[in-house]
C-alpha cells in the first residue's frame, strides 16, 4: 500500500498525514513533489511527539524544506500517537487512506502494508462518481477525526490554521446523507477502546486470526481474550520482524492458540497488522495503525496510544484473501511450533534525555522586520519575569526575559530575533533547570492565512475590530484583503446554508462605483493588495448581511449574542473609518507635496461610505428593530441571557457608538442622517429597550467613563498612525458634544412627558440608582440642552414640526428644574 502511488494524478489543495516515526530527508526527496503537483502548496505531517524530540536531538530537522514547504507538527499523548491516516481535501473531491505505513523510506519502498484508499468526489452526477454508502461513511468520519486532532492535540497555529482549512474546504461532504445500514467502517480510539468498539458491532466469535509487528505480553493478551472468548486463536508469523513471546500468548489463550508463518519469496518485511474475527455471522477484518496491544486495543488516547483504522464486515470475506494479492503474493503455512520461529527482539527505548518538562505549545513568527523577526512564543508553564534560554539547532543560543504581551496575555510572549531563525528548531531552559519540548518557529505559507482563520473561526464575529486598525491605522496591507477573503467565504458558507445563490450587490450609494468582494467572486488572498477602503467596505456589507438574517429568525440566546457582535463591529467599522477621514486636513502638506502619505487610501470614498453606512442604520430602524430582538430574549430566557448581554456591549452598541457619530457628524459639518431624525428616532426606539440599555442611559458615571476609555484608545491609534508616517497629528474629534446632544435627545424628550413629571423626585425610584450616576446623566442632560439653545448650528433641533423638545418650551412639561434639582442633591 503505497500512498503517493495510490493517489497518482489526483487534485488537491491540502494534505494531512499522520505517522509515528517520519523521515525528513525521504518526505522531501520522494512525496513533496507529488503532493505539490496535485496542488497542494503545504502539507502537515503530524507525527508523534517523543519521536519528534529524538529527530531534534539527532539534528535530523535541521532541513529548511521543513516550514518552507511543509509543516511537521509534534503530537503528544499518553503513551504513543501511532495513526496513519492520509487526509488529501479540495473543494471537488477528497482521498483518504487508512494505514499502517508510517511515512519513512523503508515502510514505503521495503515493506508490506495494509490498507485503503478512498477518493469520494463532491460531483455526483454520474455513477462513476458516486461512492458507496461505506465509502462515503468513511471519508466523513475521518475528516471529523482530522478536525478532532486539530482542536484537541494541535497546539501550533499555523498547522491548525491549515487544518481548519482542509476541513472547511469538504464542508460538502457534511450535505452528504448518509446511509444507516453502513456497518463497519473508520475506527479510532478518540472516544473509546478500538476491541470494544469491534466487539459492539459484530456477532459472539468462533475464530480470530491476528497478525502485526508487536504483541503485548501476557496481562495485554489475557485481557484481549477475556473481551473477545473465541473458541480458537491463530497468529500470524512474519519471520524475523514479529515481536512476541509465545509463552505469554499460550497462557493468555489458555492454549487455544495455533502459530503459523507468512510465507513469501520476495525482500519485503511485513509491517502490516490486524485482526480478523469469524462467527456464524460473517467475517470482519480490522486493519491499520494498532498493534496487538493492550495500549492499542484496550485503551482510549487519553489512557494509552492514538490509534487509527477501518473495519471491513463481510459475510463472504475470508482471511486467506489478505494474502493473495497481486501487489504482494504470500501464503500462509501449516501449524508450527513456537520454536521453530525467529522471533524479532527489538529494543524499547535508549538513553535519550528525560521527557521535557515544560510544555512549548507554539513557536511563530508574528511579523517580520527589516533583518529581524517577532516570533511568538507560547509556553503557559513559564511565570512572567523569569529569565529564559532560547536553544535552536542552527542557531546561537539568546537568553531574553519572559515579559507577556499586554495586548494578548493569553497567547505567550514576543521575542525580537535575527530573521534567519525562522524556520528553526527551539526548545527553552529555565535556570532552574527545566527544559521544554522542542518546536519550530514557523511562519504562515501565505501572509494574511493566520488571520482569516481567526475571522472564520467564530463567523466573521471576532478578530474584525483589530483587522479595521491595521487597516486604517497602522498601515498593514494585507488587512483589507483578509477582510474581503474572509467575508467572502463566510458569505458563500452562508448561502449554501440558505440553498440559495450568493447575493449580487445592490445598486446602492456604496456599490455604484466600487466592486463588492459578493459580486467579484474573491476566494483567495490576493498578492495585489486590495484598497482599504474597499476591504472596509466589504466587511461592512456582511456585518449587515448578517444582522439582517438574524432579524428574521426567532430569537435565542446565541442569536442575540452573535447580533450584538455584528452590529458592534458595523459600529466599528463606521466610526473608525470616520475618524481616519477626519485627518486628512492634517495629512496635507503645506507646500502642497503630496509626500506619499494617502497613497492607498481614498479618503473621500471612505468618509462616503460610512457615512452613507449611517444612513443605512437610520433606515433600516437597527434601534428598534435589535433593541425589540434584546427585549424579546430577555424575556424568553432572563437566566441565561445575563452573561450574553455584556454590559459593555450592549453600553457600546446603542450609546457611546451613536454619541461618536453624533460627534462626528458635527465635527465634519455634515449631516450623514439629520441630527433632528437621527435623535427623534433614537428617542422613540429606545424608550421600550431593554433594561440593561435603560441602565446605561441612566448611569452618567459608566457612559463618561466608557467614552473616556474609547477616546484613550483612539488617541493611542492615532498616535502610532503619526509615528508611522512621522507625521505630527492628533485626534481632532471631541466626543462630549456627542455624548451630550444623545442625552439631551433622549432624557428631555423622555422626562417631558406628564407622565414622568416629578420622577426623580420620588425618593423610592431615586434611591435605586447610585446618586452621582444620575447626577452626571442629568448634567450631561443640561449641558446638552444649553448647546442647542445656545450654538445657531442646533437650529433644526429648536425648530423641528415634530419634535417634542421644541414643544417644552411652549408650556409642556419642563424638564430642566427636575434635572436641576438631581445636580443640586449631589455634593
Not at 525482500?267 to 493492550?294: C, D, Q
Request: a negative charge; charged letters at 25%; hydrophobic letters at 35%.
Amino acid at each position: 500500500m503505497n500512498l503517493i502511488d495510490a493517489l497518482g494524478g489526483s487534485e488537491a489543495d491540502h494534505a494531512v498525514c499522520t505517522t509515528y516515526p517520519f523521515e525528513p530527508l525521504f518526505f522531501s526527496n520522494y512525496a513533496i513533489d507529488p503532493l505539490q503537483e496535485a496542488g497542494v502548496a503545504t502539507p502537515i505531517i503530524l507525527m508523534d511527539g517523543q519521536q519528534y524530540e529524538e529527530l531534534a536531538e539527532q539534528q535530523e530537522l535541521t532541513s529548511r524544506a521543513i516550514g518552507q514547504h511543509y509543516y511537521l507538527e509534534p503530537v503528544t499523548v499518553e503513551s504513543t500517537f501511532h495513526p496513519k491516516v492520509a487526509f488529501l481535501a479540495d473543494e471537488s473531491a477528497c482521498h483518504i487512506s487508512i494505514s499502517s505505513a508510517n511515512i519513512t523510506l523503508s515502510e514505503y519502498t521495503t515493506a508490506a502494508q495494509l490498507g485503503q484508499t478512498i477518493t469520494v468526489s463532491a460531483e455526483t452526477e454520474t455513477d462513476s462518481n458516486r461512492p458507496t454508502p461505506q465509502e462515503l461513511a468513511v471519508a466523513q468520519d475521518v475528516r471529523v477525526f482530522i478536525d478532532q486532532l486539530c482542536q484537541e492535540y494541535v497546539s501550533g497555529r499555523d498547522v491548525r490554521t491549515e487544518m481548519q482549512r482542509a476541513v472547511e474546504t469538504t464542508e460538502w461532504l457534511e450535505n452528504r446523507s448518509r446511509s444507516e445500514s453502513v456497518s463497519g467502517g473508520f475506527v479510532h480510539n478518540l472516544q473509546s477502546p478500538i476491541l470494544e468498539q469491534v466487539l459492539n458491532e459484530i456477532g459472539e466469535v468462533d475464530h480470530v486470526t491476528l497478525f502485526a509487528p508487536f504483541f503485548g505480553g501476557k496481562s495485554a493478551l489475557s485481557e484481549i481474550d477475556a473481551q473477545i472468548n473465541a473458541e480458537e486463536y491463530e497468529i500470524y508469523i512474519a519471520e524475523g520482524n514479529t515481536h512476541l513471546d509465545p509463552e505469554n500468548a499460550i497462557k493468555a489463550f489458555d492454549e487455544a492458540v495455533t502459530f503459523r508463518p507468512i510465507q513469501h519469496d520476495t525482500r519485503r518485511w511485513i509491517h502490516a497488522k490486524g485482526m480478523v474475527f469469524e462467527g456464524s455471522w460473517g467475517t470482519a477484518t480490522l486493519y491499520g495503525s494498532p498493534n496487538i496491544t493492550g495500549q492499542a486495543l484496550l485503551e482510549t488516547a487519553s489512557t494509552g496510544n492514538l490509534e487509527a483504522s477501518l473495519l471491513h464486515i463481510d459475510t463472504d470475506d475470508s482471511v486467506t484473501g489478505l494474502w493473495g494479492q497481486q501487489s504482494f503474493s504470500a501464503q500462509i503455512g501449516g501449524e508450527q511450533a513456537p520454536s521453530e520461529f525467529d522471533f524479532a527482539d527489538y529494543s524499547f527505548g535508549g538513553d535519550s534525555e528525560p521527557s521535557p518538562s515544560l510544555t512549548l505549545a507554539d513557536a511563530r513568527v508574528d511579523r517580520a522586520e527589516d533583518d529581524e523577526i517577532l516570533a511568538r512564543f507560547v509556553a503557559p508553564d513559564i511565570a512572567e519575569g523569569t529569565t529564559i534560554t532560547i536553544e535552536s539547532l542552527t542557531e546561537s543560543t539568546v537568553e531574553v526575559v519572559w515579559t507577556k504581551d499586554a495586548d494578548d496575555e493569553n497567547d505567550g510572549v514576543l521575542i525580537r530575533l535575527p530573521d534567519s531563525w525562522a524556520q528553526s528548531i527551539v526548545r527553552l531552559h529555565t535556570p532552574d533547570g527545566m527544559r521544554s519540548n522542542y518546536r519550530q518557529i514557523t511562519t504562515e505559507p501565505t501572509e494574511g492565512t493566520r488571520k482569516v482563520s481567526d475571522v472564520l473561526r467564530n463567523d466573521g464575529r471576532e478578530a474584525v475590530q483589530s483587522l479595521v486598525d491595521e487597516t486604517l491605522f497602522l498601515g498593514v496591507d494585507v488587512a483589507p484583503n483578509v477582510i474581503t477573503e474572509a467575508v467572502s467565504r463566510l458569505s458563500e458558507k452562508y448561502d449554501k446554508l440558505e440553498e440559495r445563490p450568493p447575493d449580487v450587490a445592490t445598486d446602492t450609494a456604496d456599490n455604484k462605483n466600487d466592486n463588492s468582494a459578493f459580486s467579484t467572486g474573491v476566494s483567495g488572498i490576493s498578492t495585489t493588495s486590495r484598497k482599504p477602503h474597499l476591504g472596509l467596505k466589504d466587511g461592512m456589507d456582511y456585518a449587515e448581511k448578517r444582522i439582517e438574517a438574524i432579524l428574521q429568525d426567532y430569537p435565542t440566546v446565541a442569536s442575540v449574542e452573535e447580533l450584538l457582535d455584528h452590529f458592534e463591529n458595523l459600529w466599528y467599522y463606521i466610526t473608525r473609518g470616520l475618524i481616519r477621514s477626519s485627518l486628512a486636513s492634517q495629512l496635507e502638506d503645506p507646500k502642497g507635496d503630496d509626500s506619499g502619505i494617502e497613497t492607498n487610501l481614498n479618503v473621500g470614498r471612505l468618509h462616503s461610505i460610512c457615512a452613507n453606512r449611517v444612513s443605512s442604520i437610520h433606515d433600516a430602524r437597527y434601534f428598534e428593530r435589535i433593541s425589540h430582538y434584546v427585549n424579546q430574549i430577555q424575556s424568553i430566557h432572563p437566566d441565561s441571557t445575563a452573561d450574553v448581554l455584556d454590559p459593555n456591549t450592549v453600553g457600546d452598541t446603542f450609546v457611546i457608538y451613536p454619541a461618536m457619530v453624533l460627534s462626528l457628524m458635527e465635527w465634519h459639518g455634515e449631516a450623514f442622517v439629520g441630527q433632528f431624525e437621527f435623535l427623534r428616532q433614537y428617542h422613540t426606539e429606545l424608550t421600550t429597550a431593554n433594561p440593561l440599555i435603560g441602565e446605561w442611559l441612566i448611569d452618567g458615571n459608566a457612559v463618561s467613563e466608557r467614552l473616556h476609555h474609547h477616546e484613550t484608545v483612539l488617541d493611542e491609534q492615532v498616535t502610532a498612525l503619526g509615528e508611522r508616517i512621522e507625521w505630527d497629528i492628533s485626534l481632532p474629534v471631541d466626543f462630549t458634544p456627542g455624548l451630550e446632544l444623545l442625552f439631551y435627545g433622549f432624557w428631555f424628550r423622555e422626562l417631558a412627558r406628564k407622565s414622568d413629571e416629578g420622577l426623580f423626585e420620588n425618593e423610592t425610584i431615586f434611591n435605586q440608582y447610585n446618586p452621582k450616576a444620575l447626577a452626571e446623566a442629568a448634567r450631561l442632560a443640561l449641558a446638552g440642552h444649553d448647546r442647542v439653545n445656545t450654538s445657531d448650528q442646533y437650529e433644526s433641533l429648536r425648530k423641528g414640526r415634530f419634535d417634542s423638545i421644541v414643544r417644552l418650551t411652549e408650556g409642556r412639561s419642563d424638564p430642566v428644574p427636575q434635572l436641576e434639582s438631581i445636580c443640586e442633591r449631589v455634593p
